[in-house]
C-alpha cells in the first residue's frame, strides 16, 4: 500500500497496491477455473478440439487456462484484432498455443464448444448446428435483478437447441451486479468500494481510476492503450486515519463466484 501526504501534512492520499487489471484477471480466473475444472471432468483426450467463441474477457482468460493442459485449442472471435490479447497480461500467461479465426463457419468444427457471446452473440438457429461432446455457455445475467435483462437472456434456449450430452451454464454472482461481465463486475467492486469507503471514519473522499474501456478496446481498437490504462493503481483515497485498502478490495473480490450449473 502506497501512503503519502495530502495537502496538508495531517491529511493522507492512500492508494491500492491493486492495479485495475488485477482486479479483471481475479475475475477472469474465477470464471476460467470453474470451466477448466468441468472439462477435466469430462476426461476427454488433451487434444481433442476445444472452440471458444467470444474472446472479451471471459473467452481470453479460459483459452489461456486450458492451454496449460490441452493442445487443440481455437478462439473464435468477430474482432480480428482481439488476438493482441494473447500477447498481454490479461487472463494470465499462455501454456500451449492456440489458434485465431474470425470465420464463424468454425465454430462447428469442435468437440467442445464454450460459448460466450452473451447478448447479442451466437442465436438460437446458429446452436442448433452443434452436435458436440460437450457444449458450454456463459449465463450473461448474474442475479436476475433487472427484468429487461432477464427477458432478454436467452442462453436456455440456446443451450436446449444444442445437440451435445454434456451442458453446462457459467454462472457468475457475488456483488449484486446486473451482468456477469468481468468489467461489469470490475465496475461494481469498484462501486462498492466507493461507497464502502465513504462510511470510513477518518475518510474526506475516494476515487477510482476506471474508464469507459470498451471504447477503447472496439472504437479505437488499441488494445496497448487499454493495458497500459489498466495498468493503475485501482483505487485511492484521502484520509486522516491511514488504513489497508487492498485488504477492502480482496474482501469484494472474494464475494465473486463462479461456478457451473
Request: hydrophobic share 40%; charged share 25%.
Amino acid at each position: 500500500m502506497e501512503i503519502d501526504t495530502g495537502i496538508t501534512s495531517e491529511v493522507f492520499t492512500i492508494k491500492s497496491e491493486t492495479k485495475l487489471i488485477d482486479i479483471f484477471n481475479e475475475i477472469i480466473l474465477k470464471k476460467s477455473q470453474a470451466v477448466f475444472e468441468y472439462v477435466e471432468g469430462l476426461d476427454i483426450d488433451a487434444n481433442s478440439k476445444i472452440i471458444v467463441i467470444g474472446t472479451y474477457f471471459t473467452g481470453v482468460g479460459i483459452v489461456k487456462k486450458l492451454s496449460k493442459k490441452y493442445e487443440n485449442i481455437l478462439l473464435i472471435d468477430i474482432y480480428p484484432h482481439l488476438e493482441e490479447l494473447f500477447n498481454t497480461p490479461l487472463g494470465g500467461n499462455l501454456g500451449n498455443e492456440i489458434g485465431f479465426s474470425s470465420d464463424l463457419d468454425l465454430i462447428y468444427t469442435g468437440d467442445v464448444v464454450i460459448d460466450t457471446t452473451g447478448f447479442g452473440g451466437i442465436n438460437v438457429e446458429q446452436s442448433s448446428k452443434f452436435d458436440v461432446e460437450s457444449f458450454i455457455i456463459e449465463d450473461p445475467v448474474a442475479e436476475d435483478n433487472d427484468e429487461l435483462l432477464k427477458a432478454k437472456n436467452d442462453i436456455n434456449e440456446r443451450l436446449n437447441a444444442v445437440n451435445s450430452p454434456n451442458k453446462a451454464i457459467i454462472k457468475t454472482t457475488g456483488i449484486n451486479s446486473k451482468t456477469s461481465g468481468t468489467m461489469t463486475l470490475a465496475i461494481g467492486i469498484l462501486t462498492n468500494l466507493l461507497n464502502k469507503c465513504q462510511e470510513i471514519e477518518g475518510v474526506l473522499y475516494s476515487a477510482c481510476e476506471m474508464g469507459f474501456f470498451e471504447e477503447v478496446i472496439f472504437k479505437e481498437k488499441n488494445i496497448s492503450k487499454f493495458i497500459e490504462l489498466a495498468n493503475v493503481n485501482a483505487f485511492k483515497i484521502s484520509t486522516i486515519n491511514p488504513f489497508d485498502l487492498d485488504e477492502l478490495i480482496v474482501e469484494e473480490l472474494n464475494k465473486i463466484n463462479s461456478r457451473m450449473i
